[in-house]
């Protein structure tokens, strides 16, 4: 089985499918991670209004003006 390092404190794991956990090493490590996505800390770059639902239908209302 392939070795990886756990994405969040670097431990060296075997991927294993009976790991709940994974690609994290333990439960601490996934929470750490989830933690990090909720509080803002770690964020995909974009556009915000590309990527808006309602931009779109600002932009159709702009248009007929």
């Known amino acids: 089985m ?3 390092p756990c994405p969040q404190c670097q ?3 075997t991927w ?3 790991n709940l956990h994974r690609p994290f090493c333990s439960e601490r490590c ?3 991670d989830l933690g990090a ?3 803002g800390d770690y964020a995909i770059a974009g556009d915000e209004l590309e990527n808006d639902f309602s931009s779109a ?3 159709s209302v702009d248009q007929q003006d």
């Open 30 to 32: 996934q929470q750490i």
């Open 16 to 18: 294993n499918p009976k």
């Open 37 to 39: 996505w909720a509080s």
């Open 11 to 13: 431990k060296n794991l």
């Open 57 to 59: 239908l600002l932009e």
């Open 2 to 4: 392939s070795q990886y």
